[in-house]
């Protein structure tokens, strides 16, 4: 079985049924279970079972968009090398790739079904108390491991090319830094803010910054990132979480990953019309940096090399990754309202006054957070985000 084909249920089972050795006698039932916006994830499980196995796919195009929009599949080779080599650094928060084929772009993945997708936690008004934290260690271990402060030179520059995704963060580099600061034709503008899209397109001295951004995000190869950490890419239960979903990843700058995942947790505020649920995403923002910033320090002062563990120098480093978050997350914000893929928590909003108002909180924020980037430290950023917030 390793000629491609667009797998259905009876392909997914039969190719869980030989990557994970389970015997002819089983009976196995698989149902094609992927929100995802790009590739086909199934669920098999034996006849009476409600967990079991994942099988994901990749489709040689984009799948929401369709054959017009044509994609590598090897995307799912290096989805499954990251999620693996993510897996050795942080096992704990790592979903664990089980086999992987290239020649069919599937892979076998742990199942995950009692866990649910952060982002609909977050919709339906679910608080995961300890998930901030725990990701800010996934992303201190997994940064860590894939940096100059663990590798040695030639090491960490073999891996900036075996991890090499041209292709994949080609179409970041668009739909991050490029369409959503000009009129594009793949940008999503709802005709309520079109006038402030059209301030924003106007935005000098705000292009310079995204510009400076998008440069870092090539240039800056500081560790393996995951490359797509929104809330949708994480999975919670109860003391638990699981990421998911690297297609996205390569090397480039730590402050992107922690940028996206804050812009995300930043969105959810803006959709919230209550200033209590407003109030504790900023906490979990706190959370989420302060346990990754603990963690980071940690790790980088027992490195070998006395220069980079040099307490002193790690708290400077710390601190361009901050700024350099800040500006992702503001890159992040404003993408998710103007580019081609929006998130739940606003586009959901039913009242349409109120989803202006959480549109345009976005905008504004976004802009604050990629201008200020070199003034804000976290202990301000209630203040702000709560000011950008415009009048009905
Ligand atoms: P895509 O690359 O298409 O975005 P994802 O990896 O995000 O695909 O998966 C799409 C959805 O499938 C997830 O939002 C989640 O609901 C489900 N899913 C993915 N992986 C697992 C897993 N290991 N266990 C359970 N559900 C999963
Ligand atoms: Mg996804």
Redesign the pocket.
Do not use: A
């Given at each position: 079985m390793s000629q491609y084909r667009i797998f259905n249920s009876e392909d997914a089972i039969a190719y869980a049924r030989e990557a994970a050795q389970l015997g002819p006698d089983m009976i196995l039932q698989g149902a094609e279970?992927?929100?995802?916006?790009?590739?086909q994830?199934f669920?098999v499980c034996q006849l009476g079972e409600a967990t079991g196995w994942?099988v994901?796919q990749a489709l040689p195009y984009i799948?929401c968009i369709g054959e017009s929009w044509p994609l590598t599949r090897d995307r799912a080779r290096i989805e499954a090398e990251i999620l693996l080599q993510h897996g050795q650094s942080c096992p704990e928060f790592t979903?664990a790739v089980l086999h992987q084929d290239a020649s069919l772009s599937a892979m076998l993945?742990?199942?995950?079904?009692e866990?649910q997708?952060w982002r609909q936690a977050l919709l339906n008004g679910q608080h995961f108390a300890d998930a901030p934290v725990q990701l800010g260690k996934y992303l201190a271990q997994v940064h860590f491991h894939s940096s100059d402060f663990c590798l040695d030179y030639q090491a960490q520059r073999a891996a900036q090319t075996q991890f090499a995704n041209p292709k994949l963060m080609s179409i970041s580099e668009a739909v991050y830094f490029v369409d959503p600061f000009c009129d594009h034709e793949r940008n999503n503008v709802a005709p309520g803010i079109r006038n402030d899209a059209e301030r924003l397109w106007a935005d000098q001295p705000l292009k310079i910054r995204v510009a400076k951004l998008k440069h870092d995000f090539r240039c800056k190869g500081q560790a393996l990132l995951h490359g797509d950490l929104h809330t949708?890419?994480v999975?919670v239960a109860a003391g638990k979480l699981?990421v998911?979903?690297a297609?996205f990843g390569g090397y480039g700058p730590m402050g992107f990953d922690v940028g996206v995942l804050i812009a995300n947790l930043l969105l959810n505020l803006c959709s919230q019309p209550s200033s209590s649920a407003q109030r504790q995403r900023i906490k979990d923002v706190q959370a989420f940096w302060q346990s990754f910033n603990r963690q980071f320090l940690l790790l980088a002062s027992q490195t070998a090399d006395p220069a980079l563990a040099e307490p002193s120098y790690i708290a400077a480093f710390l601190r361009q990754v901050w700024q350099d978050a800040l500006g992702y997350a503001g890159c992040e914000m404003i993408r998710r309202t103007l580019g081609v893929a929006h998130v739940a928590d606003i586009d959901n909003i039913a009242d349409a006054d109120q989803k202006i108002v959480s549109q345009r909180h976005a905008l504004a924020l976004g802009r604050t957070l990629i201008m200020h980037a070199d003034q804000l430290n976290d202990a301000q950023l209630e203040k702000i985000a709560l000011a950008c917030r415009p009048q009905c």
């Open positions: 279970i992927g929100d995802g916006n790009l590739n994830v669920r994942i994901k799948r979903v993945l742990e199942d995950l079904s866990l997708v949708g890419s999975m699981k998911i979903d297609e």
